[in-house]
């Protein structure tokens, strides 16, 4: 027998709702029964029961008690043992710490049992993630169930047979799928079925719960039973009331408050028997859930927003925006509505979203905004939320002794809103100003405004395309004129036409935003006539510093000298008219000059005739291009994780990079004389010798290539026939070695060897009797050619050597190149046993005779 001790039995499953956890309660009991009487938990091959690890009370100590019986056998952690007697072992732990018991049954035997305590108090195990918990299998659910998704039930109609009553079909399935057992404080067991209610008349379901636990669970199969609305049945509006609270946040229902399925399945079937029969079987499973419904709202359908009709102007951001408006529903009513890509819809507590399908729940305000310009509104009617009612059905079996059933039909709401959203859009200006150096207003200017980009609507449509002329003006008697209407966007105001004895003065940018950006003025100021010339690198935009050019009037033929600047520019000013020419006479460093004499003329008006060289005309000058490549020598391919610098002839660092797929790619390099060297070879590889090479004054790639070839290996077999050996002369060894030099021109020798034994001549030996044993050389460096030979053993002649891959034979050694195929490749030697004239090491011994000849 077991001992006994009293125990106060904790019977209330942790309850999860959604943002709180409502922890179970222990309650103290006398007189309950001896552990032997207690419900036990089955345990299945190797299984392991553990919690959590949290942040805990570190007084707070739990038991695990461990009944021995025959042909069990349990491991378990023996610093834990805190009892132990012939009928079990007691084991102690903290609480967070970690438990692992294995309970393996013995050949003939059941499956184990065990008790879990807590203290002196017996703790029923909890499906909670924070709480103790078990995994138990499918196919036991003493203490865990599985989960099924809930279905959404469709309306239930009523078919009655020649008494009254529906035919109906109770579908539920066997322990181990939907079936969950509790216990309450009390010891009592409670279970609970999940299953569906089916009118064979109609082919209907719908989803129900139990309402009376101390009857029997119909079983499956077909039934006779009433079945009426709530309202028909006979039961109070507020045991209805209730029951749709209870149905709302419990299981399956949109507010459902449990994060686990088994544990609400269990607590709605119950909560729902306790308001149907009064009755307190299993309350303390289900009483947190009930105190928490106190505080909780009861869902209603009406809905409505303060304002429906929003229109949305410019604000201090330079966006669009809308007055706040406030969603008055049920909280967890839940309206969707689709928005257009640009527009923005903010809740007052800090979250947004922009465009797409988007959720406001009651009790929510909101506002929108949009980019300047918009015009994509929100036009929504009739937009319906998410709240259900549950519609009650009485479900009550012919048979007496059957449990009545609670059936639940979700309906949508039928409560809608309308939204309308609108935006005024702002209009910007620009002026203009024209004066002259010594800023003296200037009238009679021709200017033309042009969208320099695309004017584009928030929603990314071209509203004006770039290069559209959008009006002209003269300024007036003050140098000033307007350009008014104008949509945010970028523009180009060009001077058409200078007044009289001025030049045109260049066009000039202007970009409008919303909100301080919409007025802007631009002031033109006449300018001396210019020729710009640009230097860049050729097929780039990249401007070149340092080219020096000659420039002279073809008729004085007096030179001057220029130097590009940072911006890579040369500004030629006040030129006389007349043809003038250019010629680059120094290059930048690195880069090739163009030795090509150029011309421009600069006409009467003072303006070149060419107009790209008062814009800027470009000579491009073209550089060296070097391209380094890192291959693995064995197969062509790039090699990636080689350190590798660059240096000029006098040894100056170039540069310095590791090496990756891609190519190293140098430009602008002085022509001359340079080596690579590579600091650290790829793992793997041998170190590649350095590279000198001479980068010629050319255009075009000029390419050098550094190898590398990875270290390999070689296996060298050895084949003797099994049957001629002779164990008491020794195991057979043989010696093998390997010498060459390598790439770089340093010399290796290896040595290796095989030995055939007695207990492994067997596994070693092919059907026809032949013997073999390998010996690999790992890592071995690259070179071109590596010999192997075998050491001469006693008892043993040569007979043949063979290979494969990049083998050469020569007599009886052979050649390997291990560069082209660094691995794979193999050497095969076979020897036989030497005989002297067919004796044996157990003949009869003869008289040998040495001599030595004078």
């Not at 930048?588 to 163009?594: C, E, F, N, R, T």
């Not at 060297?677 to 793992?683: D, R, S, V």
Request: aromatic share 10%.
């Amino acid at each position: 027998m077991r001992k006994k001790r009293r125990l106060a039995a904790l019977g209330a499953l942790l309850l999860m709702a959604a943002g709180a956890a409502f922890p179970a309660r222990a309650q103290q009991a006398e007189g309950l029964p001896g552990l032997e009487e207690l419900p036990s938990y089955q345990l299945p091959e190797g299984f392991v029961v553990s919690w959590g690890k949290e942040e805990a009370d570190p007084s707070q100590r739990y038991r695990l008690y461990l009944p021995k019986g025959e042909g069990v056998s349990y491991q378990y952690q023996q610093e834990r043992v805190l009892e132990e007697d012939e009928q079990g072992v007691t084991l102690e732990y903290g609480y967070g710490e970690q438990v692992e018991i294995s309970a393996l049954p013995l050949e003939g035997s059941g499956k184990p049992d065990f008790f879990l305590l807590e203290g002196e108090t017996c703790c029923l195990m909890s499906t909670s993630p924070e709480g103790i918990s078990a995994r138990m299998p499918d196919e036991d659910v003493r203490a865990a169930a599985v989960t099924a998704s809930t279905l959404k039930a469709r309306s239930f109609t009523e078919v009655e047979d020649a008494q009254g009553d529906t035919t109906i079909h109770v579908t539920g399935k066997e322990p181990g799928n939907d079936y969950v057992d509790a216990y309450d404080s009390a010891g009592n067991k409670l279970a609970t079925m999940k299953f569906w209610v089916e009118n064979l008349q109609t082919g209907e379901k719908m989803f129900a719960f139990c309402l009376e636990p101390e009857d029997y669970t119909p079983k499956s199969g077909e039934w006779y039973a009433s079945v009426k609305q709530a309202e028909n049945a006979g039961l109070s509006q507020e045991t209805i009331q209730q029951m749709r609270k209870i149905l709302y946040y419990g299981y399956g229902g949109p507010g459902n408050l449990f994060a686990d399925d088994a544990v609400g399945l269990v607590t709605t079937h119950l909560a729902l028997g306790y308001v149907y029969t009064g009755k307190t079987k299993g309350y303390r499973l289900y009483e947190p859930f009930l105190q928490q419904l106190e505080s909780l709202e009861m869902p209603y359908g009406e809905a409505s927003l303060t304002q429906e009709s929003l229109t949305g102007r410019l604000n201090a951001e330079g966006r669009l925006e809308t007055p706040v408006t406030t969603l008055e529903a049920f909280g967890r009513n839940q309206f969707y509505f689709d928005l257009p890509s640009q527009v923005t819809i903010h809740l007052t507590t800090g979250q947004s979203q922009t465009g797409g399908r988007c959720m406001v729940s009651g009790g929510q305000s909101f506002y929108f905004t949009a980019p300047a310009g918009c015009q994509e509104s929100i036009q929504a009617e009739g937009i319906r939320g998410t709240y259900q009612e549950p519609e009650l059905y009485l479900v009550t079996p012919r048979h007496a002794t059957r449990q009545s059933l609670l059936g639940v039909d979700w309906q949508e709401g039928s409560q809608s809103i309308s939204l309308s959203v609108n935006w005024e859009n702002p209009q910007g200006e620009v002026q203009v100003e024209k004066e002259d150096t010594q800023g003296n207003p200037l009238a009679g200017a021709e200017f033309a405004l042009t969208a320099r980009e695309d004017i584009l609507l928030p929603s990314g449509e071209i509203k004006t395309p770039a290069g559209t002329r959008l009006g002209t003006l003269t300024t007036d008697g003050e140098g000033r004129g307007t350009f008014t209407g104008l949509d945010p966007g970028s523009y180009l105001v060009t001077e058409t036409k200078p007044p009289a004895g001025y030049l045109s003065a260049e066009a000039q940018e202007v970009t409008l935003a919303a909100p301080d950006s919409l007025k802007k003025t631009l002031t033109f100021v006449d300018q001396e006539n210019q020729v710009k010339l640009i230097k860049r690198k050729k097929g780039t935009d990249t401007p070149l510093k340092g080219a020096v050019f000659q420039v002279w009037n073809v008729k004085e033929m007096k030179k001057s000298s220029y130097t590009t600047d940072e911006k890579g520019e040369i500004l030629l000013r006040k030129l006389a008219p007349g043809t003038y020419q250019y010629q680059e006479v120094s290059a930048p460093a690195g880069y090739l000059a163009d030795k090509t004499v150029y011309s421009f003329v600069i006409g009467e008006d003072g303006r070149p005739t060419d107009s790209s060289y008062e814009r800027g005309h470009e000579i491009a000058n073209a550089c060296t291009r070097l391209e380094l490549l890192k291959v693995n020598g064995s197969t062509g391919r790039a090699l990636e994780g080689a350190s590798l610098r660059l240096t000029d002839a006098s040894g100056k660092e170039v540069a310095r990079w590791e090496s990756k797929e891609e190519s190293q790619v140098l430009e602008a390099l002085e022509p001359g004389e340079y080596i690579l060297e590579e600091l650290k070879a790829p793992a793997g590889y041998l170190k590649a010798q350095p590279v000198r090479f001479s980068l010629k004054a050319e255009e075009g790639t000029q390419r050098v290539t550094m190898e590398n070839y990875p270290y390999g290996s070689l296996t060298v077999s050895k084949t003797i026939r099994a049957s001629e050996i002779i164990w008491a002369h020794g195991d057979p060894t043989f010696f093998f070695t390997v010498e060459g030099k390598d790439l770089n021109g340093e010399n290796h020798r290896y040595h290796g060897y095989v030995r055939f034994t007695r207990e492994e001549i067997d596994s070693c030996t092919d059907s026809q009797g032949m013997a073999a044993l390998s010996w690999t050389f790992e890592h071995l460096p690259p070179g071109k050619e590596y010999t192997v030979t075998e050491e001469p053993v006693k008892d043993y002649r040569f007979v043949s050597v063979s290979g494969s891959g990049d083998v050469r034979i020569e007599g009886e050694k052979a050649l390997v190149d291990l560069t082209k195929k660094p691995t794979g490749q193999q050497v095969l030697f076979c020897n036989e046993k030497t005989r002297y004239d067919g004796f044996k090491h157990n003949d009869l011994k003869v008289n040998t005779f040495t001599w030595k000849e004078n």
